[in-house]
T-cell receptor
Framework: ETGVTQTPRHLVMGMTNKKSLKCEQH?????MYWYKQSAKKPLELMFV???????ENNSVPSRFSPECPNSSHLFLHLHTLQPEDSALYLC?????????????FGPGTRLTVL | QKEVEQDPGPLSVPEGAIVSLNCTYS??????FMWYRQYSRKGPELLMY????GNKEDGRFTAQVDKSSKYISLFIRDSQPSDSATYLC????????????FGDGTTLTVKP
């Protein structure tokens, strides 16, 4: 297991539910990321946080709402999702946001929206 | 056109074979090149990291970057069944954007 943990590992929810995904990094990194990974598609960057400040939002629908209370924790709040939102949601962290800083990924949350 | 194109696969080889995984890219501003390995139901893990052109070797793995051709490769020697996974290439700029552009991934199966 890496220094990035995610819970839950699996989540099934209805379109009217509200749920949250949690990510925690134990690496002392300053930047954290949410990615969406769908079958046969490249990783899609959703949000970037640097020192708890959101620095990038890649046109993600408002039904996804991130929260970064401190540099070690990142949440993704979900509400009124659609079936096409079913995917593997990956959290990652890096030391900073330099291009030379490699990202370390968590195991992901497998989300199924019914 | 995608910024990063990766050989689609899937790729199936016998144990012991040499495997070549490849990506091409269009943006010459990329400076850092990574290969990630992703096992089924797991997150990607960093396998190799190189800066600019050249080769880097780590055990049975060799990463090769040719910036003039905008082409990167990952070679696996003496492939093992435990190498069966999806391999993702990724690349990033030398900026504070802090993000990488990923290929679609190539799924490799090494048969005993």
């Amino acid at each position: 297991e890496t220094g990035v943990t995610q819970t839950p590992r699996h989540l099934v929810m209805g379109m009217t539910n509200k749920k949250s995904l949690k990510c925690e990094q134990h690496l002392g990194h300053n930047a954290m990321y949410w990615y969406k990974q769908s079958a046969k598609k490249p990783l899609e960057l959703m949000f970037v946080y640097s020192l708890e400040e959101r620095v990038e939002n890649n046109s993600v629908p408002s039904r996804f709402s991130p929260e970064c209370p401190n540099s070690s924790h990142l949440f993704l709040h979900l509400h009124t999702l659609q079936p096409e939102d079913s995917a593997l949601y990956l959290c990652a962290s890096s030391q900073d946001r330099r291009g030379s800083d490699t990202q370390y990924f968590g195991p992901g949350t497998r989300l199924t929206v019914l | 056109q995608k910024e990063v194109e990766q050989d689609p696969g899937p790729l199936s080889v016998p144990e012991g074979a040499i495997v070549s995984l490849n990506c091409t890219y269009s943006n010459s501003a990329f400076q850092y090149f990574m290969w990630y390995r992703q096992y089924s139901r797991k997150g990607p893990e960093l396998l190799m990291y190189t800066y600019s052109s050249g080769n880097k070797e780590d055990g049975r793995f060799t990463a090769q970057v040719d910036k003039s051709s905008k082409y990167i490769s990952l070679f696996i020697r003496d492939s093992q069944p435990s190498d069966s996974a999806t391999y993702l290439c990724a690349m990033s700029y030398n900026t504070n954007a802090g993000k990488s552009t990923f290929g679609d991934g190539t799924t490799l199966t090494v048969k005993p």
